[in-house]
């Protein structure tokens, strides 16, 4: 969703301009997700249910983008 946002800013959207400020982002992506997670993991989520929404809802962001991970270095292109 940050990427998106951060993509759509620039009036000249040239990608080779915009990388570089993204893998900035990355370590604070990085770190809350990992904070998310152990939060989850330490029980301090309200209740069963709401954990094991928030578990899934995690799982569905990282899926897709292991799937377009394999995809994109595996097969694409080739």
């Not at 969703?1 to 993509?7: G, N």
């Not at 400020?21 to 990355?26: D, I, P, R, T, V």
């Not at 152990?38 to 809802?57: F, H, I, N, Q």
Request: aromatic share 10%; glycine share 6%; net charge positive.
């Amino acid at each position: 969703m940050l990427q998106l946002l951060v993509y759509s800013l620039p009036a000249h959207k040239e990608l080779r301009f915009l990388l570089p400020a993204l893998q900035l982002l990355m370590p604070y992506v990085g770190r809350g997700a990992a904070a998310a997670w152990a939060s989850l993991e330490a029980g301090k989520a309200r209740d069963d249910r709401y954990r094991t929404r928030s578990r899934v809802g995690m799982l569905v962001v990282v899926i897709p983008q292991l799937i377009m991970w394999a995809f994109f270095s595996l097969a694409h292109q080739r």
